[in-house]
């Protein structure tokens, strides 16, 4: 059994009469990539500062590595790497001078240069901040974090605003963290990024926890319907579809069949039924609901409102 | 706990020394100022008190330039803050081990730094045309400017706590600066101001380090100002108590 390395219970944090989350309780476990998920202002950064010290919550117990965030900041902060939503440096500083910086704050620092060439900055050490890119500055932010060899990152919003090819590459590095047995803590607002990179996640919405779990038992638990679309020219094919067990309904448009239903064997149902009936197939495509379709369907709004 | 000052303070004198115009502004307008206006002082001396030439210029012309750099740092000092706030920049460091007077007592060993140099270029620059009596005990003015400049810098962090957006400070900076500097006692005595005028220069650092830097540079030594340095000790005390508790960091 692997241990939390974070729990948090009962969670609650105003500002002013704004309630910004409450009764957030959830666990992450040691070296695994846990998101917590949800549209703009739901509560994402608010919760993640309540536990890297940035915050001091209203209510509610958490531990970070066996720490209260509240009384031992100073020490947590030796322990964990954070990476900001829309932080900035200084406009003039260069790259090694940042590393070099950040190595300074901690008692036990790792080499800088070797962090600089890991997260492929090494023909930009000597560039001021102001002209990187906007993934070479998340790089950036995330060789910070890193500098101090932590056992938790944090990383809050990390490819919000970059381009597929830049977002594609800063997953590779997050999940390189995990993989030198770190525990990744994120929070992001992109479904899909959720769904590639978590091992698990917790579905926030207006400054609550509404479920938990994989991206998988997610899906399973609350959107378990599957579809199937078949391109035949079988005209009976439409009758041995419907006869499987959990099949809800076959739609027929000319050759192309939707074929509808739940569980999660039902792919494998109709595979085995084309090959049983020898149905010749021109094309076979399946439509699976995604974490996107668990949160409209959780909060009855899209994420994107 | 003071681990990583050092590497902080050094790092921004760097990042400082990049920036041609806040260099040329910092460093340029006090020596530029000192120079032409020794120049004029020089044609219209005969002794260091000729009642032709306003104090200011004259022989209160080294007190009067050597504030202008503790202004021009102040209002720099204004505009890093509100630009390291807005950009974020505070609240990234904050989330470090580096604690937060660690960065603010950084920021203002930088200003203190730029003031010595400043004053050092301005008095050898100048020395032509103002050439300071070997009299005048140079270290000595050197440590009272300094020590003028804490107080003085420790109410830019009640400004900057109080200026919404970085595109405010310069304007805000500027508009409490100035006055302050016309009601020091350097331009019209403080004793010739209106009563309600006195009550707010009485108030205000610079009146004390006016008061202060004028009475080392004649050689008049600390232990008769020391009502002045109680006054600017106090200030510093009380603007950065303030400071610390109304300075937002994000």
Same mark, same amino acid.
Request: include cysteine.
């Given at each position: 059994?692997?241990?939390?390395?974070? &729990? @948090?219970?009962?969670?609650?944090?105003?500002?002013?009469?704004?309630?910004?989350?409450?009764?957030?309780?959830?666990?992450?476990?040691?070296?695994?990539?846990?998101?917590?998920?949800?549209?703009?202002?739901?509560?994402?950064?608010?919760?993640?500062?309540?536990?890297?010290?940035?915050?001091? =919550?209203?209510?509610?117990?958490?531990?970070?590595?066996?720490?209260?965030?509240?009384?031992?900041?100073?020490?947590?902060?030796?322990?964990?790497?954070?990476?900001?939503? &829309?932080? !900035?440096? &200084?406009?003039?500083?260069?790259?090694?001078?940042?590393?070099? %910086? *950040?190595?300074?704050?901690?008692?036990?620092?790792?080499?800088?240069?070797?962090?600089?060439?890991?997260?492929?900055?090494?023909?930009?050490?000597?560039?001021?901040?102001?002209?990187?890119?906007?993934?070479?500055? !998340?790089?950036?932010?995330?060789?910070?974090?890193?500098?101090?060899?932590?056992?938790?990152?944090?990383?809050?919003?990390?490819?919000?605003?970059?381009?597929?090819?830049?977002?594609?590459?800063?997953?590779?590095?997050?999940?390189?963290?995990?993989?030198?047995?770190?525990?990744?803590?994120?929070?992001?607002?992109?479904?899909?990024?959720?769904?590639?990179?978590?091992?698990?996640?917790?579905?926030?919405?207006?400054?609550?926890?509404?479920?938990?779990g994989t991206p998988a038992e997610l899906v399973q638990r609350h959107c378990p319907e599957r579809t199937v679309h078949i391109a035949t020219d079988d005209a009976a094919a439409a009758g041995w579809f419907r006869a499987i067990p959990?099949?809800?309904?076959?739609?027929?448009?000319?050759?192309?069949?939707?074929?509808?239903?739940?569980?999660?064997?039902?792919?494998?149902?109709?595979?085995?039924?084309?090959?049983?009936?020898?149905?010749?197939?021109?094309?076979?495509?399946?439509?699976?609901?995604?974490?996107?379709?668990?949160?409209?369907?959780?909060?009855?709004?899209?994420?994107?409102? | 706990?003071?681990?990583?000052?050092?590497?902080?303070?050094?790092?921004?004198?760097?990042?400082?020394?990049?920036?041609?115009?806040?260099?040329?502004?910092?460093?340029?307008?006090?020596?530029?100022?000192?120079?032409?206006?020794?120049?004029?002082?020089?044609?219209?001396?005969?002794?260091?008190?000729?009642?032709?030439?306003?104090?200011?210029?004259?022989?209160?012309?080294?007190?009067?330039?050597?504030?202008?750099?503790?202004?021009?740092?102040? %209002?720099?000092?204004? =505009?890093?803050?509100?630009?390291?706030?807005?950009?974020?920049?505070?609240?990234?460091?904050?989330?470090?081990?580096?604690?937060?007077?660690?960065?603010?007592?950084?920021?203002?060993?930088?200003?203190?730094?730029?003031?010595?140099?400043?004053?050092?270029?301005?008095?050898?620059?100048?020395?032509?045309?103002?050439?300071?009596?070997?009299?005048?005990? %140079?270290?000595?003015?050197?440590?009272?400017?300094?020590?003028?400049?804490?107080?003085?810098?420790?109410?830019?962090? %009640?400004?900057?706590?109080?200026?919404?957006?970085?595109?405010?400070?310069?304007?805000?900076?500027?508009?409490?600066?100035?006055?302050?500097?016309?009601?020091?006692?350097?331009?019209?005595?403080?004793?010739?101001?209106? =009563?309600?005028?006195?009550?707010? =220069?009485? @108030?205000?650092?610079?009146?004390?380090?006016?008061?202060?830097?004028?009475?080392? *540079?004649?050689?008049?030594? *600390?232990?008769?100002?020391?009502?002045?340095?109680?006054?600017?000790?106090?200030?510093?005390?009380?603007?950065?108590?303030?400071?610390?508790? @109304?300075?937002?960091?994000?």
């Amino acid at each position: 059994m692997r241990q939390a390395v974070i &729990q @948090v219970a009962g969670l609650r944090k105003t500002y002013g009469r704004t309630v910004a989350v409450d009764e957030v309780s959830f666990d992450v476990l040691e070296g695994e990539i846990f998101g917590l998920i949800g549209p703009n202002g739901a509560g994402k950064t608010t919760t993640m500062e309540c536990l890297d010290g940035l915050r001091t =919550a209203d209510r509610g117990r958490i531990s970070v590595l066996g720490l209260d965030p509240r009384r031992d900041v100073y020490a947590l902060q030796e322990r964990i790497g954070v990476q900001l939503q &829309q932080a !900035q440096l &200084q406009k003039r500083i260069t790259v090694r001078e940042a590393v070099g %910086l *950040w190595a300074a704050l901690y008692r036990k620092p790792v080499d800088g240069s070797r962090l600089i060439e890991q997260l492929g900055l090494a023909d930009k050490r000597n560039a001021w901040f102001m002209t990187l890119s906007g993934g070479q500055k !998340q790089r950036l932010f995330i060789a910070l974090a890193l500098i101090n060899d932590p056992e938790l990152v944090f990383l809050d919003e990390l490819t919000t605003g970059l381009d597929p090819q830049a977002r594609r590459a800063i997953w590779d590095l997050v999940r390189g963290i995990r993989h030198r047995g770190k525990t990744v803590f994120l929070t992001t607002h992109l479904m899909e990024e959720a769904e590639r990179l978590c091992d698990r996640v917790a579905i926030i919405d207006h400054g609550r926890v509404i479920d938990a779990g994989t991206p998988a038992e997610l899906v399973q638990r609350h959107c378990p319907e599957r579809t199937v679309h078949i391109a035949t020219d079988d005209a009976a094919a439409a009758g041995w579809f419907r006869a499987i067990p959990s099949v809800d309904s076959v739609e027929a448009d000319g050759s192309l069949l939707t074929i509808r239903g739940a569980g999660a064997d039902l792919v494998t149902r109709v595979i085995a039924c084309v090959a049983e009936r020898g149905i010749r197939v021109i094309d076979f495509r399946t439509e699976l609901p995604t974490l996107e379709d668990v949160f409209l369907k959780l909060t009855g709004h899209a994420i994107r409102d | 706990m003071l681990r990583g000052l050092w590497t902080l303070t050094w790092l921004e004198v760097k990042i400082f020394a990049r920036e041609p115009l806040g260099l040329i502004g910092s460093i340029g307008i006090p020596v530029v100022i000192f120079i032409t206006f020794g120049r004029i002082s020089s044609r219209a001396r005969v002794s260091s008190f000729n009642p032709d030439v306003p104090s200011a210029i004259g022989a209160d012309l080294p007190i009067m330039a050597s504030l202008l750099i503790t202004i021009s740092t102040l %209002l720099s000092l204004i =505009a890093i803050v509100a630009i390291y706030r807005e950009g974020g920049i505070l609240r990234r460091l904050r989330a470090t081990p580096l604690r937060p007077y660690t960065i603010l007592t950084a920021q203002v060993l930088v200003k203190l730094l730029f003031t010595a140099v400043t004053l050092a270029v301005m008095l050898l620059a100048g020395r032509r045309y103002y050439p300071v009596d070997p009299h005048v005990p %140079l270290l000595s003015f050197t440590l009272a400017l300094l020590y003028c400049s804490l107080s003085i810098l420790s109410l830019g962090f %009640l400004i900057a706590s109080v200026v919404p957006t970085a595109r405010f400070a310069q304007p805000i900076g500027t508009l409490i600066v100035y006055p302050m500097f016309g009601l020091s006692g350097l331009f019209v005595p403080v004793a010739a101001l209106p =009563a309600a005028l006195q009550a707010v =220069a009485r @108030v205000l650092p610079l009146t004390y380090a006016v008061s202060l830097l004028r009475g080392i *540079w004649r050689g008049e030594g *600390w232990a008769a100002h020391t009502g002045d340095a109680v006054a600017l000790a106090v200030m510093f005390v009380v603007l950065t108590a303030v400071s610390a508790r @109304v300075f937002r960091w994000e």
